[in-house]
């Protein structure tokens, strides 16, 4: 009689134990210390997050009730700064009968990078859909056209602005960086040499000292009569502060990759463009798209300088919500609290994109 064996599923090592207490006591309660540590932990923990939540929620003013903030100062937080002074924080000196223009231009503009971080709108259309959203844009916000009034750019401000610099900068930027870190590797002396000089001198100064001689010394260059605006100069400045820092990045992106690649598509008779287009720069950016995040993400948070040039973004147009009325200006950390909560919901989607791109050019390498 034949016998018919079935299989017996494995049987975990003896006195190993899986789930959540076992990963507690594997790594928070693995030691008398240990345990001690985490207790202690725990409850400063639980302390602080009860004290918070007093603060600012159980004690907290909602609305915009001066006299009731003013009676809970230092004991609640008062929200109704937000609820007073939200909009002027947000929209910052545009004026207040044409809001409606800096949230649609915005919204498209946030609309269009999303759609174009996803894969499914990778077309040769998309050039073009970024030069019609710029156009929108810049016609919305500045208008004197259309029938819309003239808004001139240094009353514009807020988070419109904040979005602006940083998207136009970024896409800028962008392949700036990577012309300059292949002109660093570059066997032409001369292109080497003007880029190194490039990110040398870009890179040793700060980012204020960029704006400040954009913004105050360009002007005294330029020929009598002629004059940039400043909103352009500013642009610029962050553009190529930006790239200097973003074509480090790339240029170790590309030191990262074997020599064997680009003597192989030699071997097969590429050019030079066509080995970096379709073989170098694939490899090097997906190597380092940490890195250029973090430099996206720290050029979104640096657009706070421009207030050095009388360009009041989202932190500068709190300074000058709250520094002009002396009845809502102690209560300036709760406004503080709520460009950080913009700050972080913006910077963690970057953030969240980026292990998302990770994760897809690592399923690609593996495929």
């Known amino acids: 009689m034949q016998r ?26 693995s030691t008398p210390g240990n345990s001690l540590m985490t207790l202690a932990l725990v409850a400063v923990t639980a302390w602080a997050l009860s004290h918070a939540l007093d603060w600012s929620v159980f004690n907290a003013v909602f609305g915009a009730n001066l006299e009731a903030c003013n009676n809970l100062r230092g ?19 545009y004026p207040d009968t044409e809001h409606w223009r800096p949230v649609i231009a915005t919204a498209l503009m946030l609309g269009v990078v999303v759609a174009s971080c996803m ?3 990778w077309n040769k259309a998309l050039p073009l859909v970024w030069v019609v959203m710029l156009a929108v844009y810049f016609t919305l916000m500045k208008g004197g056209v259309l029938g819309l009034t003239e808004v001139p750019t240094d009353q514009w401000g807020g988070l419109p602005l904040t979005v602006m610099l940083t998207v136009v900068s ?27 000089l490039y990110v040398e001198l870009i890179r040793g100064v700060p980012l204020i000292t960029v704006l400040f001689m954009a913004s105050f010394m360009l002007p005294l260059f330029m020929p009598h009569g002629v004059s940039i605006d400043v909103l352009i100069r500013v642009v610029v400045g962050i553009t190529l502060f930006s790239a200097a820092y973003m074509a480090e990045v790339v240029r170790g ?16 008779g590429l050019t030079y463009w066509q080995t970096q287009l379709k073989i170098v720069l694939p490899q090097a950016l997906t190597t380092v798209v940490p890195s250029l995040m973090n430099t996206f993400i720290g050029m979104f948070k640096d657009t706070s300088l421009v207030t050095i040039v009388s360009l ?20 300036k950390l709760e406004a503080y609290f709520f460009i950080t909560l913009i700050y972080f919901v913006f910077c963690f989607a970057m953030s969240r994109y980026s292990l998302w791109v990770e994760k897809r050019t690592a399923v690609s390498k593996v495929r």
């Open 4 to 29: 018919t064996y079935q299989p017996i599923e494995a049987r975990p090592m003896p006195g190993q134990q899986t789930g959540a207490i076992a990963w507690l006591k594997t790594n928070l309660f």
């Open 75 to 93: 004991i609640g937080a008062c929200w109704g700064v937000v609820a007073e002074k939200g909009r002027l924080i947000v929209m910052g000196r």
């Open 119 to 121: 894969p499914r709108f």
């Open 170 to 196: 970024m896409t800028m930027a962008f392949p700036l960086s990577i012309f300059v870190a292949l002109g660093r590797r570059s066997n032409m002396p001369a292109i080497k040499t003007l880029c190194t």
């Open 253 to 268: 992106g590309l030191q990262a990759l074997p020599k064997g690649q680009t003597e192989a598509a030699a071997t097969l």
């Open 312 to 331: 009041y973004e989202l932190t500068g147009a709190l300074a000058l919500a709250l520094n002009a009325d002396a009845d809502w200006r102690p209560f």
